[in-house]
């Protein structure tokens, strides 16, 4: 694979087409939702929700086939976050793990203000705490209960990682001090 990164053009009613047949194509289980309604989706990119001033969307492509999505949002921020979409047909086949890299070293490169980018997933999402790990992000919060299914048939766990622009120049982690609690 040849993994390109394509930045979404929302003035184009193509691409819009794209992106609601993108998500209303797959599965998404470890999102909010995992099945997206096109509504929903038109509504969002009406609002700006995937591209605008605080928030940047790319197609990862290879060569002609699109195999996920990233949306990087809060760019205004300090501290960026991000939404990370592969296709069901391509999981577990690295590319969320070079679209995590790439969208690190994206947003470092891009934006010098940012001092750090954070992630969320489940719980028991491991291929994605194992990729933020492999890419040098480093947990930093567990939010028990965090996470309630769209369907409000379960509740769980979340877990936030995050990576600091020092540390990915060094390659370095600096972990958190967990035990800090005041007598």
């Not at 992000?137 to 979340?158: C, L, N």
């Not at 995050?162 to 060094?170: E, F, N, V, Y």
Request: charge should be negative; hydrophobic fraction near 40%.
């Amino acid at each position: 694979m040849e993994l390109t990164y394509r930045r979404f053009d929302a003035s184009k009613a193509s691409e819009a087409d794209a992106l609601i047949a993108f998500l209303t194509a797959d599965t998404w289980p470890f999102h909010g939702a995992a099945v997206v309604d096109a509504d929903q989706v038109r509504s969002r990119l009406a609002d700006g929700r995937f591209d605008g001033d605080d928030t940047r969307t790319f197609w990862i492509t290879d060569g002609d086939d699109v195999l996920g999505l990233v949306r990087l949002m809060d760019l205004g921020d300090g501290t960026p976050v991000f939404d990370l979409r592969i296709r069901t047909r391509y999981r577990g086949q690295g590319v969320g793990g070079h679209a995590l890299a790439w969208l690190t070293a994206y947003l470092f490169a891009e934006f010098p203000g940012i001092r750090r980018i954070e992630g969320t997933t489940r719980q028991d999402n491991t291929a994605m705490r194992r990729t933020f790990r492999r890419c040098g992000y480093v947990k930093e919060a567990h939010y028990r209960d965090g996470w309630p299914a769209a369907d409000g048939s379960a509740v769980h766990d979340a877990v936030g990682y995050a990576i600091l622009r020092r540390d990915w120049l060094t390659g370095t982690a600096t972990l958190p001090t967990w035990d800090d609690e005041p007598a």
